[in-house]
C-alpha cells in the first residue's frame, strides 16, 4: 500500500543502530529511496548490502555529523543519486549523562557538537534544495528530555530542549517554502544509546532505566505518519514514551 511514503528521498543520519537503522529498515519496506548516514560505515554497508538484496533504494555515506562538509557530502550524493531531496532525518545523538559536578566536559562538548551542531548542519545541507524544490520536510529528533530535566541529564536536556525551539523557530521560517518541520521526541526506546554513557555507575543506572524500553520500530512508525500526511499537513511534534515510563 503506498502511504505516502513510496519513491520519497529519505536522507538519515545516525542510521547505523538505533532509531535511524529501524527507520531506514521501515522506509525502505515503504519504498522510500535512501541516503544513510553514520560514522561507523561497515555497519551502514551492511545494512545498505541488506536492503538492496530486498530490493531497496539505499546508498550508504560515512558522515560524521560534526562536520558540516560531510553532512553536505551525504545529502549532495543523495540529490546526485536521486534528483531531490523530500525528507532529512535529523537523529544522530549522544547521551553521555552525568552530574555536573563531575565536570565532563568532553562530554558536555560532543553532546553539544553531535545532538546540537549536527542537527544545525543538517539543516544548513538541505535547506537551499528544499526552498529551490519549494517542498520538503525536516524531521529532527529531541527527546522527552527535551520537556523536562533531571539530576544527570542537564547537557542531554539542554541539547534536546535547544533541537526543539530550532524546530519550531525552522517551521516559522521555511513554511514559505512549503517545507514541513517535525520535532519527535521519544521515551525510553531499545537502542544503544545507553552505551554512550561514559560514567560506569550512571551506566548501571541508565540501563536499569531501559529495562521498560520499548522496540526502536515505535519510532520509525511515528517517522512515517508524519511523512504520509497530505503535503499540506504538517506533523509538527510528536511525543511517545512506554505506557510504563514516568
Ligand atoms: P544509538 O546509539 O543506537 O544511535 C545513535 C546513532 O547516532 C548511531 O547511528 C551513531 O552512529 C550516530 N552518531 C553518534 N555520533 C555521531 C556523529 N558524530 N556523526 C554521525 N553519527 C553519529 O541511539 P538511538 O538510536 O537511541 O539515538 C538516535 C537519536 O534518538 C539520538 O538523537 C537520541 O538522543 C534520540 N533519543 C533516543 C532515545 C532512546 O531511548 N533510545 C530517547 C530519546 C531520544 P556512529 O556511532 O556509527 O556514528
Redesign the pocket.
Given at each position: 500500500m503506498d502511504m505516502g511514503i513510496r519513491d520519497k528521498v529519505v536522507v538519515i543520519?545516525?542510521?547505523?543502530?538505533?532509531?535511524?537503522?529501524a527507520t531506514a529498515r521501515h522506509l525502505a519496506q515503504a519504498g522510500a529511496r535512501l541516503a544513510i548516514?553514520?560514522?561507523?560505515f561497515e555497519?551502514?554497508d551492511a545494512i545498505e548490502q541488506e536492503l538492496k538484496n530486498y530490493g531497496g533504494n539505499i546508498i550508504a555515506v560515512k558522515?560524521?555529523?560534526?562536520d558540516a562538509q560531510q553532512v553536505q557530502r551525504l545529502v549532495d550524493d543523495a540529490v546526485k543519486i536521486y534528483g531531490r531531496i523530500d525528507v532529512l532525518l535529523n537523529?544522530?545523538?549522544?547521551?553521555p549523562h552525568s552530574p555536573l559536578e563531575r565536570r565532563k566536559l568532553d562530554d558536555w562538548n560532543r553532546m553539544i557538537?553531535?545532538?546540537l551542531r549536527?542537527v544545525l548542519h543538517g539543516i544548513a545541507a538541505v535547506l537551499p534544495y528544499m526552498q529551490q524544490q519549494m517542498s520538503g520536510h525536516i524531521i529532527n529528533?529531541?527527546?522527552?528530555?527535551g520537556h523536562k530535566v533531571r539530576p544527570g541529564s542537564t547537557v542531554?536536556a539542554a541539547t534536546?530542549h535547544a533541537v526543539r525551539v530550532i524546530s519550531e523557530g525552522l517551521r516559522q521560517e521555511v513554511k514559505p517554502y512549503n517545507i514541513r518541520t517535525t520535532v519527535i521526541?521519544?521515551?525510553?526506546?531499545?537502542?544503544?544509546?545507553p552505551?554512550?554513557v561514559t560514567e560506569p555507575d550512571i551506566a548501571e543506572n541508565v540501563r536499569r532505566m531501559?529495562e521498560i524500553?520499548i522496540p526502536?520500530d515505535a519510532?520509525a512508525r511515528m517517522v512515517a505518519f508524519a511523512i504520509s500526511q497530505p503535503e499540506d499537513v504538517d506533523v509538527n511534534e510528536i511525543l511517545f514514551r512506554p505506557t510504563a515510563q514516568e
Open positions: 543520519t545516525g542510521a547505523s543502530s538505533g532509531l535511524g537503522e548516514g553514520a560514522r561507523r555497519r551502514l558522515t560524521d555529523v560534526t537523529n544522530a545523538g549522544v547521551m557538537d553531535v545532538n549536527g529528533v529531541s527527546s522527552v528530555a542531554y534536546k521526541s521519544p521515551g525510553i526506546v531499545a537502542t544503544e544509546l552505551d554512550s531501559y524500553a526502536a519510532f
